[in-house]
């Protein structure tokens, strides 16, 4: 068996993967912050999205939570171009759309649209839902001015509103109703990709099940791929077979959902799943433990250094304030920016990251070592990994194969890890 200091990555065969739809790799935002007087100058900058990098295959859903703040409205509009980014890389079907001019970008409108989350502000006033719905249509001229009214009709009973309501205005609807609304005006163009920037958070309950279900017999019917971007972890669980969970502007975690719900290895993805009711356990009796964080989320204009969830997180030692986390994928779906990445209550009392960061247990630079020459900001999930098991001192089984998404969590055992050390 191997010590801590000379583990290496797992390795395994994993079957060739089709060219995601949306590839983002390193993607940062930040906003200047301008001091006052008669010359403004900029003084500091809020980093409201910091290197984040992800995957959304083609007809798939990804989904992203976090608290308030943490930058994913901001990512959302970025992927969109609503916003520009300050640097990094968008890639849309293999092609560049970071760095593109307004001009260069219209074609992509018509292929990446977006669900807003307030589906009161979001609706013209002043305009009937034929003219809302129809606007897509007559500035990309995807159907002659005569068949408008006509599309327009079809896209509302697609998505469960009166077709002959298309001369009345959005204050005559409710919000479950507008927000279909907004659908409509979204898919209009059929679109490859729908950013839903919480589309449920504004709605009540019974009509958040109604929107969610309308979204999942769309992605059916059209192959719509979806980044979903919400705060109800049960409603992203349903919809959504991968979820990256952000905190700070940078991912923390990210993974498919049997293994993030199930296993997740980020204090702070843990104490998010604590908060969340858990029906079925309430029923058979005995209750998960709630992790509760002190202190407030630091201000994204002043971050942290190193880890930016130490200041919050009962795990945090000094290498946690001297070395950022690098996102390390430590299983075939499971990426995770932790020093201490493990299950609750068996957390790792040793860095699992000595070896890429070539550090030692306080974080200072080793003589001599040589970090990790792999790249951990590439979006996607690799062949190989490092087994969090074996670093803990444990041995695991060689793996022969990656575990199917179809397989309950329950049957994924040590055998889908690892290899011996």
């Not at 930016?308 to 499971?334: N, S, V, Y």
Request: hydrophobic share 35%; glycine share 8%.
């Amino acid at each position: 068996m191997t010590t801590q200091s000379e583990a290496v990555p797992t390795t395994v065969s994993a079957a060739p993967t089709e060219q995601p739809l949306l590839e983002v790799t390193n993607l940062r935002k930040y906003f200047p912050v301008k001091s006052s007087g008669l010359v403004r100058r900029t003084i500091a900058q809020v980093q409201a999205v910091d290197g984040v990098s992800f995957q959304v295959p083609a007809g798939t859903s990804l989904g992203l939570v976090g608290e308030s703040g943490c930058g994913k409205s901001t990512t959302g509009r970025l992927i969109t171009r609503l916003l520009d980014p300050t640097s990094g890389s968008m890639k849309f079907e293999g092609h560049e759309i970071g760095n593109l001019s307004p001009k260069q970008m219209l074609p992509y409108r018509k292929e990446i649209q977006m669900i807003f989350q307030d589906p009161y502000s979001s609706l013209n006033p002043r305009h009937t839902v034929g003219t809302i719905v129809g606007t897509p249509l007559r500035v990309h001229k995807v159907v002659p001015e005569k068949q408008v009214l006509n599309r327009v009709r079809e896209l509302l009973e697609v998505v469960g509103l009166n077709p002959e309501h298309y001369n009345r205005y959005p204050s005559e609807f409710s919000g479950g109703q507008r927000q279909r609304i907004g659908i409509a005006r979204a898919l209009a163009l059929q679109p490859k990709l729908l950013v839903a920037d919480e589309p449920v958070s504004a709605l009540d309950v019974s009509i958040q099940a109604q929107v969610v279900n309308l979204l999942t017999d769309l992605q059916k019917e059209f192959g719509v791929a979806f980044l979903f971007i919400a705060h109800d972890l049960a409603v992203v669980r349903h919809f959504c077979p991968e979820v990256a969970v952000m905190y700070l502007g940078k991912i923390v975690e990210i993974a498919d959902r049997e293994t993030l719900y199930n296993r997740p290895h980020h204090p702070y993805t843990q104490a998010l799943l604590s908060a969340v009711p858990d029906v079925k356990q309430a029923a058979v009796g005995g209750r998960r433990e709630r992790i509760r964080l002190e202190g407030d989320v630091p201000s994204p204009v002043n971050p942290p250094s190193g880890c930016r969830f130490r200041t919050r997180c009962w795990m945090a030692k000094d290498i946690c304030a001297k070395q950022e986390p690098p996102l390390l994928q430590i299983g075939p779906k499971h990426k995770v920016a932790c020093h201490f990445a493990g299950e609750y209550g068996a957390m790792p009392t040793s860095p699992i990251t000595l070896n890429v960061l070539g550090v030692d247990q306080e974080g200072t630079p080793v003589a001599g070592a040589t970090p990790s020459a792999e790249d951990l900001n590439e979006p996607g999930f690799a062949d190989t990994w490092t087994d969090v098991e074996t670093l803990k001192g444990n041995s695991a089984p060689m793996a022969t194969s990656l575990p199917s998404d179809s397989r309950p969590a329950s049957e994924v055992g040590s055998e889908d890890r690892g290899t011996r050390s």
